[in-house]
Every structure is written in structure tokens, then in C-alpha cells.
């Protein structure tokens, strides 16, 4: 039957990592943890990480648009969600009704939430998110002290928590995040004035690894929860486990003499009469075709090189006269016996960060979890 049919390419995902990850957080720094599940989890899957992290002890979960909200309340998960972002009213009713925690960013979000919240004759849960240097969602820090006094004045909203973004904590310099810490403080301040059980929360996975003075109320990771850094050379002493492994197997391994093209455009010509192996995975699983030229994968606890352009539905891998076989097993990034490949290895090759990576992979790669 064609339903039964399976693509060769999955992404296994080690709820042991995030359980891992997720205690050296909370043991490290000392604070609740609000777990950010947004893009389905990095790529993860957003359902069963959240089940994992709610069990492991998260007090909230953190999401990027109203149907990432909404999926985790289908899925009956029941814990607080926070919603970043800014977003269209017409989604508020709905919102405040399933008990999502919305983000007011300025005076019109503010009055558009308790509109809705008194049109279904409730108060709505906020959070204010201000800007202290971001420049992307929030208020000023210099304008929020208005926004403030009004969202205390406003019966049908009840404000739960403040936060800030960080735009540069991955970097070796720190001093743009310390202006930022210096102009959230006095906002912090006046909040905790006029809403005595307030959260207030800011450390994003950089911020928890390098900025405990950021670390407030609660801590918010995002990316480390999943093993990865928030940069391809992020400095850490940090002991992560990677949660993703990426792999599938050969389909064909063919052999080729000297002087061969292979892959579109030319782009690796064999030095020698070798053998090169078909894998089913290209680009629209989500292997980057930047990383044509850089890319290596694990067989059989071996690194090899990947051979030419990287294509949409397949690679091609030199495995010389090493004995591989069609039908073995090949790792894009994670762990095969004893050989590790990372995924900040595939952000560099591909000029770009682990987020990507990982929310790249896709839909057509089965999550595999096992928990």
C-alpha cells in the first residue's frame, strides 16, 4: 500500500538529551524555566518536547504565532503559554478564551486585548515585552513608563510578566548586552512597583550561559534546550546533548573511473577510479545546498565527503574503496558508534546558524521519537 510506503531520511529525537538539557539549566541557574517550543520545536516537534519539558519541570511554554498556541492546548497540554509576537486582534478572542498569555507591545496592542477580553466578558493574561534595544516587538524603555501606568489601569487586563529581548548575547563582546540590561532596569523597576507579582524574564539560551545577571525571575531557552549553540563558535562550558540525529542509508553505491563530474554543474571530479554512494536526502529534506564543497557524513563510524552539488531529493558520497554497502546506515549529524558529527559543524559548512538547521528539516522527514 502507498501509505505504508516510508522515506529512507529520518530524524530521530532523544527525549534523554532534552531531559538532560533541561535540568543542567534549571540546576545551573537556579530559576523556573520557560521552555520556548516555537517552530515546532526547532524542528523537533512541538507536542511531544512539550510533554517532555512540562514533565521535566517547565512552569511555562513559550510560542511564536496563535496556531503554535492553540496546538499545544488541542494537544490538552494545559500548561501557561506565552505568546511572542505581534498579532492581528481577531486572534485575541479566541486566545484569551483557550488562556494563552498574550504580549503587549505598545498602547493599540494593549486596548485591542482588553477589548477583546470584555467582548467574552473575561480578563485577559499578559505579558509586556519591552524594547530595550532590539528595535524589532516591544515598547521604548523610554515610553514605557506610560504604557505601564495604563496597562494598570486597565480592568481587563492582568499583567503576569515583563520581558526583553537580547539581540548580541552570543557575542565575545558584551557590552551592547549591558546597555540593554542597564535600560531595562529602571522599566523593571516601576513594573515591579505597580504589579507586586510580577515575572519578569529575559535570558535567552546566550544570556543563560553567559549573563547571570539576566537571569531575573525566570530564565527563557530557547535553542540550548534542544543541545545546540546560539552560534557555530559560541564558547561554552556548557555540557549539552544534541537531541537530533539526522540520518538514512545508501541506496546505491556505484562504481566510476578517474576524471568523472559528478553532480550538477561539475563541481567535484573524481581524482581516481572510486565508488561513490546514492543517499536519499538532498535539499528538501533540509540539508543545506550551501554546504556543497564542506559537507561530510558518517558511515559506519567513517567521515566521507559529499561529492558535488547537493540536489533537491539525493546526495552522492566518494567512499572510495572503504566497504560500504548499499542499505547502510548514514548520519547527516549526531552520533554513529563512537564517531559524533555535530550540527554546528552543518551551520558552518552552510554559513548560517543551528536554528536553521534544525527548523529546517522537512515535513517529509518522520520525527522519530523516543523518549
Known amino acids: 500500500m502507498v501509505n505504508a510506503m516510508k522515506h529512507a531520511t529520518i530524524a530521530e529525537i532523544d527525549h534523554n538529551a532534552l531531559r538532560h538539557n533541561f535540568n543542567l ?21 512541538a507536542v511531544p518536547v512539550a510533554r517532555t519539558l512540562c514533565d521535566a519541570g517547565a512552569r511555562w511554554l513559550a ?5 503554535e498556541a492553540l496546538e499545544l492546548r488541542d494537544a490538552g497540554i494545559d ?33 485591542a486585548i482588553s477589548r477583546a477580553a470584555r467582548q467574552i466578558e473575561t480578563r485577559a493574561h499578559v505579558h509586556l515585552c519591552i524594547d530595550s534595544g532590539m528595535h524589532r516587538a516591544g515598547v521604548l524603555s523610554a515610553a514605557a513608563l506610560s504604557l505601564l501606568d495604563e496597562a ?16 548580541s548575547a552570543d557575542e565575545e563582546d558584551p557590552a551592547y548586552t549591558h546597555k540593554q540590561l542597564a535600560l531595562f532596569r529602571p522599566v523593571e523597576k516601576a513594573a515591579r512597583q505597580r504589579f507586586p507579582d ?24 530557547g535553542i540550548m534546550l534542544y543541545g545546540n549553540l546560539p552560534a557555530p563558535d559560541f564558547a561554552t562550558d556548557w555540557p549539552l546533548r544534541e537531541a537530533m ?24 571530479t573524481t581524482t581516481r577510479p572510486t565508488r561513490l554512494a546514492v543517499v536519499p536526502a538532498g535539499y528538501a529534506d533540509g540539508m543545506p545546498r550551501a554546504m556543497t ?47 559524533f558529527l555535530s550540527i554546528n559543524e552543518w551551520a558552518k559548512w552552510a554559513g548560517t546558524i543551528s536554528y536553521e538547521i534544525t527548523c529546517g528539516i522537512s515535513r517529509r522527514v518522520k520525527r522519530r521519537h523516543h523518549l
Open 293 to 339: 564543497g564542506q559537507a561530510q557524513v558518517l558511515i559506519n563510524g567513517c567521515r566521507f565527503p559529499v561529492a558535488g552539488t547537493i540536489t533537491m531529493d539525493q546526495i552522492i558520497v566518494d567512499v572510495g574503496n572503504a566497504p560500504v554497502r548499499e542499505g547502510d546506515e548514514v548520519v547527516f549529524f549526531g552520533a554513529q558508534g563512537k564517531a
Open 152 to 167: 494598570a489601569r486597565t480592568e481587563a487586563v492582568s499583567v503576569s510578566g515583563l520581558y526583553t529581548h537580547f539581540s
Open 245 to 268: 540525529t539526522l540520518k538514512s542509508n545508501v541506496g546505491l553505491i556505484k562504481k566510476v573511473p578517474a576524471d568523472s563530474a559528478v553532480s550538477y554543474n561539475r563541481r567535484y
Open 198 to 221: 510580577l515575572h519578569v524574564h529575559m535570558a535567552n539560551s546566550a544570556a543563560v550561559m553567559r549573563f547571570p545577571q539576566s537571569h531575573a525571575d525566570a530564565v527563557r531557552p
Open 25 to 45: 539549566i534549571t540546576e545551573r541557574t537556579g530559576r523556573p524555566v520557560i521552555a520556548v517550543v516555537k517552530a515546532d520545536a526547532y524542528g523537533h516537534g
Open 79 to 111: 500548561h501557561p503559554v506565552l505568546l511572542f509576537g505581534a498579532h492581528h486582534p481577531s486572534y485575541f478572542p479566541d486566545l484569551i478564551n483557550r488562556d494563552i498569555l498574550l504580549t503587549v507591545h505598545d498602547s493599540n496592542s494593549l486596548r
Open 63 to 67: 510560542v511564536a504565532t496563535p496556531n
